[in-house]
């Protein structure tokens, strides 16, 4: 199995960008999955999660500004994130999850990806 993050790079405060995570290995339509970040010096922190269904969560953190979504045909679920701050900065990680839903927990998923960096300038 592997999960392969990308889309992140250097924005300025407003901007946007779109994440993508890949999957392969996997039976993709049955797993929950969820975007999680790591800013330096802090826990990893839920961002957002899509179930199978597909039913969404997004943090209150992060509400109204980020999209989280999938593409079956694809193998593929994106993270939408617009009117980005300093503050989004951080590694982005992609998780899979075989029971078909997501935790706001980072423990239970099965798969992780790389990681890909987002940076956000003041």
């Known amino acids: 199995v592997q999960l392969q993050a990308s889309g992140g790079g250097l924005v300025q405060t407003g901007d946007s960008l779109r994440l993508s995570c890949a999957a392969s290995g996997l039976t993709f339509s049955r797993y929950g999955m969820g975007w999680f970040r790591q800013a330096p010096g802090k826990e990893r922190e839920f961002v957002a999660g899509?179930?199978?269904?597909?039913?969404?969560y997004h943090a209150d953190s992060v509400k109204g500004r980020f999209t989280i979504s999938r593409d079956n045909a694809k193998n593929t679920v994106y993270l939408q994130m617009n009117s980005l701050k300093p503050e989004d900065t951080a590694v982005y990680y992609c998780?899979?999850?075989?029971?078909?839903?997501?935790?706001?927990?980072?423990?239970?998923?099965?798969?992780w990806g790389q990681g890909t960096l987002v940076t956000v300038s003041s």
């Open positions: 899509i179930t199978r269904t597909p039913s969404t």
């Open positions: 998780a899979a999850d075989a029971s078909g839903s997501y935790y706001t927990d980072y423990r239970p998923y099965d798969y």
